[in-house]
Nanobody
């Protein structure tokens, strides 16, 4: 089992910045990738950025050049630095972790943190 706790959401004006944090606990050594997803009202949950245990990163086209995903030194923390925020970035942001336990993969989610960008 892996538990994820996010923090850092809030209200910001367009063009501003926010940094989200996610701390993983539990069976963290089974985690092979972490990332951030977001879900706006009435829309599906979409991937925003991911980082593997090897440090490879991936981004949605809509956030490339504006958002940066990184890990803390302890490897159980992942950050999302968001810059040049736009109103369309408004959503609940969820931390995600994928773990491998033997032959099986598991997905874990945080409770979500609200990001609101005003125009």
């Amino acid at each position: 089992q892996v538990q994820l706790v996010e923090s850092g959401g809030g209200l910001v004006q367009a063009g501003g910045s926010l940094r989200l944090s996610c701390v993983a606990s539990g069976n963290i050594f089974s985690i092979n990738a972490m990332g951030w997803y977001r879900q706006a009202p009435g829309k599906r949950r979409d991937a925003v950025a991911t980082i593997t245990s090897g440090g490879s990163t991936g981004y949605a086209d809509s956030v490339k050049g504006r958002f940066t995903i990184s890990r803390g030194n302890a490897k159980n923390t992942v950050y999302l630095q968001m810059s040049s925020l736009k109103p369309e970035d408004t959503a609940v942001y969820f931390c995600h972790a994928h773990s491998i336990d033997g032959r099986y993969g598991y997905d874990y989610w945080g409770q979500g943190t609200q990001v609101t960008v005003s125009s």
